[in-house]
């Protein structure tokens, strides 16, 4: 399917032994490149895995992409928390560059878990200031 598109992405068949992997420059882990930490700005979700939130968590991240796409937002981080201090935990973290992560949104402070339009206005008032977010910024009747 690739290759229909003049792209192709060899990986070592399961053929390959170890000592072909080893020659194998583009399998050398010493000269991978790791993400840059925080890429700003970007978004951290925190939540409680106990509570089994990773479906919302992972809804609300989709929805922040589409409606922020890169480069307005370059990453967006889910991080499950799994211990007594974390329990009924769901936060939301703006980074910025040159600031300490903002928050956003967090439930027991808020009281109940956010709602999108809200929640975008608040990022869209640090991102991209002034940009329409359509019936989201409209005030119900």
């Known amino acids: 399917m690739a290759d229909s ?4 992405c060899s990986l070592p068949s399961e053929q390959d032994d170890a000592s072909q992997a080893k020659g194998n420059p583009a399998l050398d882990s010493s000269t991978f490149i790791p993400p840059v930490p925080l890429a700003s700005p970007s978004i951290i979700i925190e939540f409680c895995d106990r509570c089994r939130w990773l479906h919302r968590a992972t809804w609300v991240s989709t929805e922040l992409f589409l409606t922020f796409p890169p480069p307005a937002l370059k990453a ?8 007594e201090e974390t329990g009924g935990r769901f936060r939301v973290w703006l980074n910025l560059e040159g600031s300490p992560p903002h928050l956003m949104w967090d439930r027991k402070i808020e009281g109940g878990f956010p709602e999108l339009k809200g929640l975008k206005q608040r990022i869209r008032d640090h991102v991209q200031p002034g940009k329409s977010l359509g019936h989201s910024d409209k005030k119900s009747e």
Do not use: E, T, Y
Not at 76 to 83: A, F, K, R, Y
């Open 76 to 83: 967006i981080s889910i991080i499950p928390l799994n211990s």
């Open 5 to 8: 598109v003049g792209i192709s």
